[in-house]
């Protein structure tokens, strides 16, 4: 059995070449949220995944062997419910709100401009439906949103574990300039950019 303990997000920095003679290993969400895991890659390698707690794999990540080989994740279709507003009336604040309410009962959810997605569940469906949303059983690829705390690892590929007030960073600077009043004192030591 091949040992992995290495993850590329998203293959990032690697020539399209290598990420094409990559072995590739075909797996639902409720494999890919684990951090250890067995698999068989398209050579039929058998495959031990030995990642660190709490790190979830993600379609289009690739993972590292022990002799150096390569293996590019692809997230598998599954059962899950594609959640969209009613063709009729819906508008976008509906599915605002249908996350809103998911978010509440800690659904895996993943969300798209124009969709959501969840794991099957009767309850939860007829709920959808009762706000007026369109509710259809789909095979698709599900990629729910990472933990916002937790340190897991969301849709971008990256882990945010920066200190609070900042949580990440984007290369950029967040300017908050006006005319009020925030109850802390801005300088150094404050604990965000200026």
């Known amino acids: ?46 495959l031990a995944i030995f990642l660190p707690r709490g790190q979830a794999v993600r379609g289009g990540d690739v993972l590292i062997a022990e002799d150096g080989s390569m293996v590019r994740v692809i997230a598998a279709p599954q059962k ?13 604040f509906d599915l605002m ?14 969300l798209q401009p124009d969709h959501l997605k969840i794991e099957p569940d009767h309850v939860l469906a007829d709920m959808l439906r009762s706000m007026h949303l369109t509710v259809v059983e789909a095979d698709m690829a ?4 990472g933990g916002a705390y937790g340190g897991h ?3 971008d590929g990256h882990s945010h574990h920066a200190p609070a007030p900042r949580a990440h960073d984007h290369g950029h600077e967040h300017s908050h300039d006006h005319d009020h009043d925030h109850g802390h004192v801005h300088g150094p030591g404050c604990g965000h950019a200026h």
């Open 142 to 145: 599900f990629e729910p949103e």
């Open 1 to 46: 059995m091949l040992s992995i303990q290495k993850l590329i997000p998203q293959g990032k920095g690697l020539a399209r070449v290598l990420l094409q003679r990559a072995t590739t290993i075909e797996l639902d969400w409720d494999v890919r949220q684990k951090s250890r895991f067995a698999a068989t890659d398209s050579q039929g390698r058998e």
């Open 153 to 155: 690892v969301t849709n």
């Open 80 to 92: 899950v419910l594609h959640i969209t507003t009613c063709p009729a009336h819906g508008t976008p």
């Open 97 to 110: 709100r249908a996350a809103y309410h998911l978010g509440n009962r800690h659904v895996p959810i993943e």
